[in-house]
Protein backbone atom coordinates (compact mmCIF):
# COMPACT_ATOMS: atom_id res chain seq x y z
CA UNK A 1 0.00 0.00 0.00
CA UNK A 2 1.55 3.79 -0.93
CA UNK A 3 1.17 5.35 1.76
CA UNK A 4 3.14 8.92 3.22
CA UNK A 5 5.39 11.42 2.06
CA UNK A 6 8.44 12.27 1.73
CA UNK A 7 10.54 15.04 -0.14
CA UNK A 8 13.81 14.58 -2.08
CA UNK A 9 15.90 16.41 -4.05
CA UNK A 10 15.92 16.33 -7.68
CA UNK A 11 19.49 16.51 -9.08
CA UNK A 12 20.62 18.54 -11.94
CA UNK A 13 20.04 15.40 -14.44
CA UNK A 14 16.86 14.65 -14.00
CA UNK A 15 16.83 12.00 -11.42
CA UNK A 16 15.44 12.09 -7.97
CA UNK A 17 15.66 9.04 -5.32
CA UNK A 18 12.45 7.06 -4.74
CA UNK A 19 11.62 7.25 -0.98
CA UNK A 20 12.71 3.23 0.35
CA UNK A 21 8.86 3.41 1.41
CA UNK A 22 7.80 3.14 -1.67
CA UNK A 23 10.23 0.93 -3.49
CA UNK A 24 9.01 -2.68 -2.24
CA UNK A 25 5.43 -1.58 -3.97
CA UNK A 26 6.56 -0.25 -6.83
CA UNK A 27 8.86 -3.61 -8.25
CA UNK A 28 11.33 -3.73 -10.95
CA UNK A 29 8.61 -1.44 -13.56
CA UNK A 30 6.18 0.89 -13.08
CA UNK A 31 4.44 3.98 -15.04
CA UNK A 32 5.45 7.75 -14.72
CA UNK A 33 2.71 10.00 -16.32
CA UNK A 34 1.08 13.23 -15.88
CA UNK A 35 -1.47 13.27 -12.84
CA UNK A 36 -4.71 14.81 -13.75
CA UNK A 37 -4.21 18.29 -11.68
CA UNK A 38 -2.30 20.45 -13.68
CA UNK A 39 1.33 20.61 -12.07
CA UNK A 40 1.37 16.98 -10.94
CA UNK A 41 2.87 13.41 -12.15
CA UNK A 42 1.66 10.24 -10.96
CA UNK A 43 3.25 6.90 -10.88
CA UNK A 44 1.57 3.89 -11.01
CA UNK A 45 3.26 0.10 -10.25
CA UNK A 46 2.53 -1.86 -13.51
CA UNK A 47 -0.54 -3.77 -11.90
CA UNK A 48 -2.49 -0.23 -11.54
CA UNK A 49 -1.63 1.10 -14.38
CA UNK A 50 -3.14 -2.25 -16.54
CA UNK A 51 -6.50 -1.23 -14.45
CA UNK A 52 -6.03 2.53 -14.78
CA UNK A 53 -5.85 1.49 -18.43
CA UNK A 54 -8.81 -0.61 -18.59
CA UNK A 55 -10.88 2.21 -17.23
CA UNK A 56 -9.44 4.34 -20.06
CA UNK A 57 -10.07 1.78 -22.78
CA UNK A 58 -14.30 1.70 -21.09
CA UNK A 59 -14.79 5.57 -22.28
CA UNK A 60 -16.35 6.20 -25.67
CA UNK A 61 -13.60 7.10 -28.12
CA UNK A 62 -16.41 8.64 -29.93
CA UNK A 63 -16.77 11.59 -27.55
CA UNK A 64 -13.46 14.15 -28.00
CA UNK A 65 -13.25 14.54 -24.26
CA UNK A 66 -12.82 10.47 -24.02
CA UNK A 67 -10.23 10.86 -26.56
CA UNK A 68 -8.12 14.02 -25.02
CA UNK A 69 -8.25 12.06 -21.50
CA UNK A 70 -6.99 9.16 -23.21
CA UNK A 71 -4.41 11.05 -25.06
CA UNK A 72 -3.69 13.24 -21.05
CA UNK A 73 -2.40 9.52 -19.47
CA UNK A 74 -1.01 7.77 -22.57
CA UNK A 75 0.87 10.23 -24.35
CA UNK A 76 2.73 11.45 -21.46
CA UNK A 77 3.29 7.85 -19.77
CA UNK A 78 6.79 6.40 -20.09
CA UNK A 79 7.76 3.25 -18.40
CA UNK A 80 10.46 3.62 -15.34
CA UNK A 81 13.17 1.62 -13.72
CA UNK A 82 14.86 2.19 -11.02
CA UNK A 83 18.89 2.27 -10.75
CA UNK A 84 21.01 0.29 -8.47
CA UNK A 85 20.61 3.42 -6.32
CA UNK A 86 16.73 3.61 -6.06
CA UNK A 87 16.36 6.87 -8.90
CA UNK A 88 14.25 7.22 -11.79
CA UNK A 89 14.83 9.61 -14.29
CA UNK A 90 12.04 12.27 -14.88
CA UNK A 91 12.09 13.19 -18.78
CA UNK A 92 12.57 16.86 -19.27
CA UNK A 93 9.04 17.37 -20.57
CA UNK A 94 7.06 15.57 -17.36
CA UNK A 95 9.50 17.99 -14.81
CA UNK A 96 8.40 20.88 -16.94
CA UNK A 97 5.03 20.34 -16.71
CA UNK A 98 4.96 19.61 -13.13
CA UNK A 99 7.52 22.40 -12.57
CA UNK A 100 9.92 20.06 -10.38
CA UNK A 101 13.56 22.02 -9.48
CA UNK A 102 14.87 21.01 -6.48
CA UNK A 103 12.26 19.68 -3.63
CA UNK A 104 10.41 16.92 -4.85
CA UNK A 105 7.59 15.88 -3.22
CA UNK A 106 6.10 12.10 -3.59
CA UNK A 107 2.94 11.51 -1.49
CA UNK A 108 1.23 7.70 -1.62
CA UNK A 109 -2.45 7.88 -1.96
CA UNK A 110 -3.00 3.92 -1.76
CA UNK A 111 -2.60 2.67 -5.61
CA UNK A 112 -0.17 5.15 -6.90
CA UNK A 113 2.34 7.88 -5.87
CA UNK A 114 1.57 11.78 -6.87
CA UNK A 115 5.04 13.68 -7.85
CA UNK A 116 4.78 17.48 -7.11
CA UNK A 117 6.57 20.44 -6.53
CA UNK A 118 7.32 21.03 -3.39
CA UNK A 119 5.95 24.98 -3.37
CA UNK A 120 2.96 23.75 -5.56
CA UNK A 121 2.11 20.89 -3.32
CA UNK A 122 1.11 23.33 -0.87
CA UNK A 123 -1.50 24.41 -2.41
CA UNK A 124 -3.66 21.11 -2.69
CA UNK A 125 -3.28 20.47 1.10
CA UNK A 126 -6.93 20.48 3.00
CA UNK A 127 -7.75 22.09 5.87
CA UNK A 128 -11.38 20.74 6.46
CA UNK A 129 -11.27 17.39 5.42
CA UNK A 130 -14.39 17.19 6.92
CA UNK A 131 -16.21 19.57 4.63
CA UNK A 132 -14.77 17.58 1.65
CA UNK A 133 -16.04 14.35 2.93
CA UNK A 134 -19.52 15.97 3.78
CA UNK A 135 -19.64 17.46 0.38
CA UNK A 136 -19.24 13.88 -1.09
CA UNK A 137 -21.66 12.21 1.25
CA UNK A 138 -19.03 9.69 2.25
CA UNK A 139 -19.03 8.89 6.38
CA UNK A 140 -15.91 7.27 8.06
Known amino acids: ?31 LTRGSEE ?34 FCSNATNC ?4 QGRILIPAELREKAELQRDVVFIGTVNRIEIWN ?4 KETEVEDIGGLLESLDIDF
Not at 52 to 66: A, C, G, I, N, Y
Not at 81 to 84: C, Q, T
Open 81 to 84: DMDS
Open 1 to 31: MLIGKYTNVLDPKGRVFVPAAFRGDLGDRFV
Open 39 to 72: KSLYIYPMDEWKKFVEKLQQLPTSKKDSRMIIRH
Open 118 to 121: SENV
